[in-house]
Every structure is written in C-alpha cells, then in structure tokens.
C-alpha cells in the first residue's frame, strides 16, 4: 500500500464523506470517488488516499495504482507520479490511524457487495437485433447519461415504463438517493450511477 495526493477533496452527499478527485500523470484523465474523510490522511496542506502499488516505473518517476475501490467514474487503475506518492517519514503519527483505515476499507468492500433491485429506465429502444433493445438510464446527481444493450427479456414491463435490474451498492435514504452497478459495462456513460430510490421497481409491483 501507499498514499497519493489527491487533486481535490470536497464534501460528499454525507458530512462524514468527501468526494476525491485523482488524475491520470499520463492521460490526464480524472477519477472520482467516494470515500469516508477518516480515510484520507491530511499532511502539509494536501490530503492523501490510501492506494495498490502495481508497478512501478523509477526511470520515468511513475507508479501504476489501484484504487481502493471502483471510483463512481473514471478507471480504477491509473499512473500516478512517484513524487506524489507520500512518503513514510512524512506520515502523520496519529494514534489507531492504521487500524481506522483497516475497518474503513473492510466497510468499503462491504458496501461493494450490492443487492439487486430494478429501476425505472429513461428510454428504450430497438437494439441491432430483434431480441435486443438499447437502455438510457441517467444519473440523477450529475445527470450524465449511461447507455448499454441488453436482451429484451432481462427488462421488467410494468404499467407502460421498462425497467433495468441493477445492483444497489449504497443507500443515502434522507436523501432519496441510491448508487447503482449496472449488470454490464455501458456503451457509453459510467458503470456505477446515483437514481432516485423513487424509481426502483417495488416488489409489490414486480411481475411474477
């Protein structure tokens, strides 16, 4: 394990989460996550995440990490630069820090093992093949749109709206909030997304 500085740090949906922005050294690119703030480590003005080493390259200053979580977008794998990378002398000497990341990691896997529901999809349409049809579902915090084609009978039909089987991997319920997997990679858009709880498919409404 290491600790990478992370581009930004801003508050989550709840005061005891923060959003973390990381990017690629090599692409560019951004990746968001979130994860409880005790997690992070605060050290001369920048905040740090715990992340997998993978490989590293010295010649070129760069360290191929793994998150330690899938992030809500973006890859979970990215090139980082070395000099970014936290050193161990410079860790802060806090009392039980490692082993409040240890029961914040184990609750974080634990959150990834997601049950399934069904929510309610935006559009539906004709796929390639007559068995096949396309499903938009979008994000209803940032509103970004995910697209991705599925056989017609993996959808429930209920009272004129089609819906998709997902799996649920965290509820904010005063929110009204819940973020979802979806059962493949899109097309297009993220994997993970935020829906509103109201357009699950209730059980009573399921068809049997």
Request: glycine share 6%.
């Amino acid at each position: 394990m290491a600790e990478i500085r992370c581009e930004d740090v801003s508050a989550g949906l709840r005061r005891i989460e923060r959003l973390v922005t990381v990017r690629n050294a090599v692409s560019g690119l951004l990746s968001f996550l979130r994860v409880e703030a005790d997690f992070l480590t605060y050290h001369e003005g920048h905040y740090y995440l715990p992340v997998g080493v993978v490989q590293e390259e010295p010649e070129h200053g760069l360290a191929l990490i793994e998150l330690p979580q899938e992030p809500d977008a973006g890859d979970t794998r990215l090139w980082v630069r070395t000099a970014d990378i936290l050193q161990p002398s410079k860790r802060a000497a806090r009392p039980g820090n490692r082993i409040r990341k240890a029961a914040q990691k184990s609750s974080l896997e634990q959150r990834r093992e997601a049950t399934m529901t069904e929510i309610l999809c935006e559009r539906v349409s004709r796929g390639m093949r007559d068995e096949e049809r396309t499903v938009m579902v979008r994000d209803a915090v940032s509103k970004l749109r995910s697209f991705l084609r599925v056989e017609t009978d993996f959808l429930t039909y209920q009272d004129g709206k089609f819906y998709l089987p997902v799996g649920v991997v965290q509820q904010e319920p005063q929110l009204g909030l819940a973020l979802v997997e979806l059962p493949q990679e899109p097309d297009a858009g993220n994997t993970r997304l935020w829906v509103r709880t109201a357009d699950f498919l209730q059980p009573s409404k399921a068809s049997t």
